[in-house]
């Protein structure tokens, strides 16, 4: 008997653990992060429930050692996909009338898993299989996740709880229901906590999902299944195949059933899914909901009235945590002349302290790319720039893949504003500076806002408050993401939510019931407590 209107637990941030020497956290976290050193991982595929292996096994290495071997994952086929997709839509039914309440403890469960039981693993999974030292692993695998987890149940019950007024005799409602049909994850390398929301958040309200991760973060995306099926996940709601993008889409996109995308990767990418549904609309049975978040060319602007020394640390932090492998990272900055020299004496310090490694070894600030392909893109636009007579390179630019696939951080002074690295996306561990003559303020917001397609993130340092203000409403469109005084990387759930527009995705803001309601189809309900019984008004009735 359902009589009660429920109250979900109140919702925080997870706190972020220290990992301090001598500390039980990070005891734990190298037992963990032994033990996986030692045993491989066997990763299969699920779908519906079960774990699937194919005939074909491809091994898994970390980034930052080659001859390190975590396991190895079965590559899926077009049948996995159909298999997948069959799997979602049998499981549809019973999972879009299970009570929210009851869909909402899988996830609230799901979350304290992974803050206690799964904490280490989680981490140690994804310091070994992306190469992310332990800070950027604990606020993103863990604290950011749960976080995801959470803060959508709590963003869940306030849309349901937004309902239409109602006359007298009539009670009128409005449903949210599930879209009709099946949502497609296809989810980044760079943050096992959107790896986990993009298949999560359309799941929580009501959706079933197939899920396609990054093939380099197959190694941490086997443990989100591990968590929601032990939080009670049905069999089919989430189904998770390992296969490549023409080998998903071909079978997705073609699929009557297919509903919407939740989408992080490339522009590119993004753009051509963008076609293929547009070109196959006639078969769906409603137009699908495709949300994305894609690329970015992130800025910092410095004003004269800046502090050099927190503009320095900011750089720093935000252009090369992660090797600078965020779609927020700072990629190219405009610092005022005058106060240049103490910015570069101090970002230079502070470079040159950051130790380069692998994760395990927690000294380490800098660690490996991802893949060959990424060292390779990367190192090719280090190359260009060094050849390039308006750029000099005034620290790293050395690249070796000799045991991992190492960048140093490299920072570039250049004398041309829309020189090649400005312009574009590198997605590695790489600052463009272009200097400017401190009265030349107002044009340079302009070569902000003018340079690049993406509108991501963005920050602008300076004390004085006209000068924030001119530059928030000048660069107001230029970032979905805007910092005042502060990096532009670390978006919190429930405090930033993340996203941006032009060339940088839909800005549906992940981290927000904005992004939730993308996942509902609402229907409008009118109860009439007292029909009428004739068919005139009083207007026909004479004079």
Excluded at 175 to 180: A, D, G, H, I, N
Excluded at 500 to 508: C, H, L, P, V, Y
Aim: with cysteine; aromatic share 10%.
């Amino acid at each position: 008997m359902e009589n009660r209107i429920v109250m979900i637990p109140e919702v925080q941030n997870e706190v972020v653990l220290s990992y301090a020497p001598g500390s039980k956290e990070r005891k734990s976290l190298r037992e963990v992060i032994a033990y996986l050193k030692e045993n491989q991982q066997e990763v299969c595929m699920r779908i519906g429930g079960s774990k699937v292996r194919s005939e074909s096994s491809k091994a898994i290495y970390a980034p930052h050692d080659h001859a390190l071997k975590l396991g190895h994952y079965f590559r899926g086929t077009a049948s996995h996909v159909e298999m997948a997709i069959r799997a979602a839509m049998d499981a549809k039914e019973g999972w879009e009338s299970m009570p929210w309440k009851d869909r909402a403890a899988i996830f609230l469960k799901a979350a304290d898993l992974l803050s206690t039981k799964y904490r280490a693993k989680q981490n140690a999974m994804t310091m070994l299989g992306q190469s992310k030292n332990i800070f950027q692993a604990e606020i993103d695998a863990v604290c950011e996740f749960c976080d995801f987890l959470r803060f959508n149940v709590k963003y869940l019950t306030e849309i349901y709880a937004q309902q239409p007024s109602s006359s007298p005799f009539v009670w009128n409602q409005l449903e949210y229901r599930p879209l009709e049909g099946f949502v497609f994850a296809l989810t980044p390398f760079n943050f096992t906590s959107i790896a986990g929301n993009l298949p999560c958040a359309p799941a929580l309200m009501g959706n079933v999902v197939v899920w396609k991760p990054a093939e380099t973060q197959i190694y941490s995306a086997s443990l989100i299944m591990d968590i929601l099926e032990e939080a009670g996940l049905p069999p089919g709601v989430i189904n998770l195949v390992f296969v490549d993008g023409p080998t998903a889409g071909n079978a997705i996109f073609s699929n009557p059933d297919f509903a919407g995308l939740h989408f992080t990767g490339s522009t590119g990418v993004f753009k051509s899914i963008w076609k293929t549904v547009a070109a196959n609309l006639d078969i769906y049975k409603s137009f699908p909901r495709l949300v994305g978040e894609t690329g970015g060319k992130d800025f910092v602007i410095a004003h004269v009235s800046a502090d050099p020394k927190a503009l320095s640390v900011a750089l720093a932090r935000g252009a090369f945590e992660f090797q600078g492998q965020k779609c927020s990272a700072a990629s190219r900055a405009y610092i005022p002349k005058s106060i240049w020299p103490q910015v570069k004496a101090n970002l230079i310090s502070d470079l040159s302290s950051m130790k380069i490694g692998g994760p395990d070894d927690f000294e380490n600030f800098i660690n490996a790319v991802i893949d060959e392909k990424a060292f390779l893109k990367i190192e090719n636009y280090i190359e260009k720039s060094k050849s390039d007579p308006s750029i000099e390179v005034i620290f790293g630019g050395r690249c070796d893949k000799s045991k991992g696939y190492f960048i140093e951080p490299t920072v570039l002074q250049t004398n041309n504003a829309r020189s090649l690295t400005m312009c574009e996306e590198i997605f590695g561990p790489v600052l463009t500076i272009f200097v400017y003559d401190d009265d030349q303020f107002d044009e340079t917001l302009t070569l902000v806002d003018t340079t690049s397609p993406y509108a991501l993130t963005g920050a602008v340092f300076a004390k004085d408050r006209q000068v924030i203000l001119k530059a928030s409403e000048k660069l107001s469109n230029a970032a979905g993401n805007f910092y005042i005084n502060d990096k532009p990387t670390g978006a919190v759930v429930g405090q930033q939510p993340f996203g941006g527009a032009r060339a940088s995705g839909t800005n549906d803001k992940a981290g927000s019931a904005l992004n939730l309601l993308r996942w509902v189809s609402p229907r409008t309900i009118k109860e009439n407590f007292c029909p009428p019984h004739e068919y005139g008004y009083p207007f026909l009735e004479k004079d």
